[in-house]
């Protein structure tokens, strides 16, 4: 009878250590010593040995909330559109863009799609495999000019 009131009890103390609110931490890395009101700061006593608190590495110290009206969108929209923008700046909303000056654009097959590294010499068709050159070769003079023509290119007709 005795050790079952012993059990009783210790799962009484768990239950009452689960219930109890946690204990608040203070904002900069201050200890449970400063709030008692002792000097050491940057520290917590343990017993004995005194254990060093180090600030959290994911806060940044100097971050301060804005408490502020925030903008809608179609306030956002009415200020970038009254901006004196340059004439010919490209923006998201405008289609024309610069010139590109980089190194020179991957070449695609006519056929699949594909990167391509060969063109056919006869028709002027990029291929990326012996298999579309096969299917190149059966390909109609008309057939290979509207191929032609979906990448810009102008052939004359013969």
Known sequence: AILASNQ????CEQLQRMMRPPKKRLKGGEGESEKKGNS????KKNGNETIPI???KFKNPSFTLRHGKRKTLKQ?????QQKKWPPNLSTY????APEYHGPPLKKYSDISGLVAKYEDPKTGLRYSSA?????IRTL????VRALLG?????????
């Not at 050491?40 to 520290?43: D, E, L, P």
């Open 76 to 80: 956002i929209i009415l200020a970038i």
């Open 150 to 158: 979906l990448r810009g290119v102008v052939v004359p007709t013969i």
């Open 8 to 11: 009783k009890n210790v799962g």
């Open 131 to 135: 298999a579309e050159y096969a299917h």
């Open 140 to 143: 109609q003079p008309p057939e």
């Open 40 to 43: 050491s700061s940057g520290s």
């Open 54 to 56: 180090k600030p959290l």
């Open 93 to 96: 909303s405008s289609i024309s």
